[in-house]
């Protein structure tokens, strides 16, 4: 497939390395010379320099011929603008970058029609959604939803109280039935096997079905506590965000929005209905113990300012907060963030990346999710009639070790497999595979796939 | 930090490739039921034994890293000469190693200086062999190895441009496998049609093809003692005069020329005009000298001979139809300048490329205007492309270390007692990757008389030539190899 991606910054960067690994065709499209040469030497791309606006410069990257194009750069008008050029070109699909919120507020025509944007993406708002999900599920570090939220993925941290500790996988009580897709155990992603052990510290990554949940954790030994008092550090846009789709959708929530600059302040308290917007710095110790951040049940940084964002998540975390998330736009020291205590580390980045990857999958892998830097995919896949793996049992199939299957949807029913399942034509699996292992055990479920 | 096992299993890696070309000179060998059979099969054998070692002892899925890179090309390729040398060294041809490993390296680097007096007493198949390594080195080893071996990761973005010639390269397509893939497509064509003409024009099947490669990888080894004199026809020489335009030409124009379908591709790119423009005009000169001495030439082969000969250096090729040794000061002067010339950017050519001079007289061409408009901001241009600032310090860099290679190769030379113009021409005969120089060394003369200390250093130089001096200069730095 050949990919032009305008713009060369974080997100253009970690799409640029996330195809050209897997083989793609990518041509990035960026003007300046520093970001030019970074890409030159890291990686196995061709550089045009330019303006992903110009016609010009499109056609030198071979718009005519590309399949996708990804207009990432810093500026919406001209990620816009670069896909309604490229959809008069013939591109197939198109995603735009567009932070500001004025622009998303379109409601009597879709955005889609009108400019040729298939995916509109908005870190902001991505980052925000993935937030609101933790605050709905406090016990998890992460979340995720497949096949229409019948299927839950969740992230949990097994702590010294935690009653599975040092039991195989295979000796769990399954009654309510789950997977455990994969563990993460010192910076480093395992898809365990029945004899392995759970340790202390493992963040182990379960799959359930949705409904199933709260049963598994219990039954796990998680007891999911409500989040009921939210401080939210920051009242950018991802704030704002955040805030909103709380509002919204967890009506009886508090909300306390903590903000440095007065102006903006005050225009997210008139756009906000019951948050509390209190003018201050977030770093200043004593305003946080004044506003009794010790009582909130979740605390949530995402000012601008990494190091900000660090500092306070600590401060929280040592007043007692219940939980801490922290926005971290540089990925590289995530790893040693969570060493230091802080539940959860989001990059807008990663996230960013990891929607737009569900877009570019072909074929009927139907949605991706990136786990943090390291890379790892849950799939979607549709098994295809006459794909080896399918009307075999599961303990039949050579998986490949890197993968494991977490659940399948038949129809409307949602299994979660074991050995003796049999996989049948049209199912749709739910597969969490390691980076090596991904187009192998794409290849198991896809017709006139290669034998193993 | 530099990983051996990694540099290792890629060595592995082309070794192999190596030792299985040498394979193909069995098949001339066998036919023709040479004595030297065993011995070829012996050294295919062992370096294709060696090179499969590497590669299961270090197995492993490491990427290469930054400084991995630079050692692989130039360790690469030093290993790869040695190996070069079995054929000649297990026959007994050139029994001493310092004459092995010289015709050897001398062939990959396609510099073309050899120390074999009498060629056409050699079977074919070790001739095959010492034409074949110049095909194989005229492309690139690593262009070869990236182009075979999926996975290599970004890293062979590095490796394939510290391998092809010139100050700046371009990618044709997006990966840099599919660019590897696609020049050597384009040089497989070109020699094909070389191959075909030379066999059309009455050179034997054989001779057709070990001049097919020499050409192409503008390398030079013939396979008669007299080089292309022993061919009167003036039709091969326009031939070949051709064709080693062609292959000094940057290949990525002759792909998008074919692309394109339009001959306008090479018009429009200034490195071309400068390279043709510094070809017509030794030539004239030549001419001109020429036409008032040794009247016994007719007007075409005067014209013949001239751009022949300067062809045959600018491209850094070094066939010969003529001892310019012999010619009157300016023509042999013009020979000797023409020898700092060399072919295009990405083309098989060597020594310092006209694209590196355009570079530099663009500049001064800025630092002209720039008197007369001292406020003026100029953008330094290589064709219709702007180029940073740092190119230019790159090019200028280039030019000094270029000279100090010459000037120190040439000292070594003077030492072993060896006169002046005879020491200068051959270190810059090997630096530049041309074959021929004056004096001892002379078009019809060979490296054979060199002392074997002698020859390593040429050999040195030759592949500081080929490599364009950074990856060999980065293994004598001491914090290279530090952590």
């Known amino acids: 497939m050949k990919v032009i991606i305008i713009g060369a910054g974080k997100v253009g960067f970690s799409m640029a390395q996330l195809l050209s690994d897997e083989e793609h065709d990518v041509v990035v499209i960026e003007q300046s010379p520093e970001r030019q040469q970074v890409l030159e030497e890291e990686l196995d ?3 045009i320099s330019g303006s992903g606006s110009s016609t010009s410069v499109l056609e030198l990257a071979g718009v005519r011929h ?25 591109v197939k699909t198109t995603v735009a970058r567009v932070r500001n919120p004025e622009y998303l507020e379109v409601k009597d025509f879709s955005l889609n029609d009108v400019m040729g944007i298939d995916l509109i993406i908005n870190p902001e708002r991505v980052t925000a959604l993935e937030i609101a999900q933790i605050a709905a599920n406090p016990e998890a570090l992460n979340v995720d939803y497949y096949a229409d939220g019948k299927v839950k993925l969740v992230e949990l941290e097994l702590k010294e109280d935690s009653a599975v500790l040092n039991k195989r996988i295979k000796e769990l009580d399954t009654s309510v039935p789950y997977n455990i897709v994969a563990i993460a155990r010192k910076h480093k992603m395992l898809v365990p096997r029945g004899d392995d052990t759970l340790q202390l510290g493992d963040h182990i990554h379960l799959v359930a079905r949705t409904v199933d949940m709260q049963e598994v954790e219990k039954s796990l030994g998680f007891f999911s506590r409500k989040v009921e008092h939210i401080t939210i550090l920051g009242g950018g846009r991802t704030g704002y965000y955040l805030a909103q789709i709380l509002e919204e959708h967890k009506p009886g929530i508090n ?11 005050r225009q997210i308290s008139q756009k906000l209905k019951n948050a509390l917007v209190i003018q201050g710095d977030g770093s200043d110790y004593q305003l946080l113990e004044e506003e009794n951040i010790a009582y909130s049940d979740l605390f949530v940084a995402v000012t601008d300012d990494d190091k900000i964002n660090l500092l306070c998540a600590l401060i929280a975390r040592n007043l007692g907060v219940g939980k801490t998330v922290c926005q971290m736009k540089r990925t590289d020291v995530m790893p040693l963030v969570e060493q230091i205590g802080i539940d959860t580390i989001l990059s807008p980045r990663v996230l960013t990346a990891g929607a737009i990857l569900k877009y570019l999958r072909v074929g009927d892998i139907i949605s991706v999710t990136l786990f943090g830097e390291e890379r790892a995919e849950m799939l979607e896949l549709l098994a295809q009639p006459g794909a080896i793996a399918v009307n075999k049992e599961l303990q039949n199939i050579k998986i490949p070790s890197g993968s494991l299957i977490g659940a399948v949807v038949r129809g409307e029913k949602v299994i979660i497999p074991d050995g003796s399942f049999t996989i049948k034509a049209h199912d749709r699996l739910i597969v969490f595979s390691l980076e090596k292992s991904i187009h192998k055990t794409e290849r198991l479920f896809l017709n006139g796939g290669r034998k193993f | 930090m530099i990983r051996p096992a990694v540099i290792l299993r890629n060595m592995g890696r082309m070794i192999l490739i190596i030792g299985i070309a040498m394979l193909t000179c069995l098949s001339w060998s066998m036919v023709y039921h040479e004595v030297v059979t065993m011995a070829i099969f012996q050294a295919a054998g062992l370096t294709i034994g060696i090179g499969l070692l590497l590669m299961f002892v270090y197995t492993g899925t490491e990427n290469i890293n930054y400084k991995e890179g630079f050692a692989l090309v130039s360790l690469g390729w030093l290993v790869v000469s040695i190996f070069g040398a079995f054929p000649y060294l297990f026959a007994g041809y050139l029994p001493s190693f310092a004459d092995a490993w010289f015709e050897s390296v001398s062939g990959f680097t396609t510099t073309g200086s050899s120390v074999v007096a009498d060629v056409e007493a050699w079977p074919r198949g070790l001739l095959f062999w010492r034409s074949l390594t110049q095909w194989l080195g005229g492309m690139g080893i690593i262009a070869l190895l990236v182009a075979i071996i999926a996975g290599m990761g970004s890293r062979a973005n590095q490796l394939f441009k510290a391998e092809v010639p010139g100050p700046v390269s371009d990618k044709i397509s997006p990966r840099i496998r599919e660019t590897a893939r696609k020049l050597w497509k384009a040089y497989l064509l070109v020699s094909l049609a070389c191959f075909l003409t030379l066999f059309a024009l009455g050179m034997d099947l054989f001779d057709a093809l070990c001049h097919t490669f020499a050409t192409m990888a503008t390398g030079g080894f013939s396979t008669k003692n007299n080089s292309i004199a022993f061919y009167s026809s003036p039709w091969i020489q326009w031939a070949l005069i051709f064709f080693m335009l062609v292959a000094g030409t940057n290949f990525t124009l002759h792909y998008l020329t074919f692309k394109r379908r339009s001959l306008l591709t090479y018009i429009k790119d200034s490195e071309f005009k400068l390279y043709t423009g510094i070809i017509l005009t030794a030539s004239f000169l030549v001419v001109l000298s020429l036409s008032t001495h040794g009247a016994l030439m007719g007007w075409e082969e005067k014209i013949r001979t001239a751009i022949f000969q300067v062809i045959s250096i600018t491209t850094t090729t070094g066939y010969a139809t003529a001892d310019y040794d012999r010619w009157p ?8 300048m023409v020898m700092f010339a060399g072919g295009c950017a990405g ?11 355009l570079i530099i007289i663009n500049h001064s061409l800025i630092e002209l205007k720039k008197m007369l408009h001292p406020r003026a901001v100029l953008p330094l241009r290589f064709g219709s492309k702007v180029v940073s600032e740092n190119l230019l310090f790159n090019v200028l860099q280039f030019f000094f270390l270029y000279m100090t ?39 019809t003369r060979n490296f054979a008389s060199m002392p074997d200390s002698g020859k390593y250093i ?4 030759m592949l500081v030539g080929r490599l364009e001096i950074y990856p060999i200069l980065l293994l004598f730095l001491p914090t290279f190899w530090k952590e």
């Open chain 1, 45 to 47: 791309v061709q550089i």
């Open chain 2, 347 to 357: 083309s098989t050519g060597g020594s310092m490329k006209p694209g590196r001079y």
């Open chain 1, 66 to 90: 590309a399949d996708m194009l990804l207009a990432v750069t810093e500026f919406d008008e001209l990620n816009m603008l670069a896909c309604l050029l490229a959809k008069k070109y013939g």
């Open chain 1, 255 to 265: 909300i306390k929005i903590i903000e440095k600059d007065k102006a903006r302040a």
């Open chain 2, 458 to 461: 040429l050999g040195i130089l």
């Open chain 2, 405 to 443: 290679f010459l000037a120190l190769g040439t000292i070594f030379l003077t030492a072993l007692d060896i006169d002046i113009l005879s020491s200068l021409s051959a270190a810059a005969a090997c630096l530049g990757n041309i074959g021929p120089g004056f004096g001892l060394v002379g078009p």
């Open chain 2, 329 to 336: 000061p300016l023509a042999a002067m013009m020979i000797f």
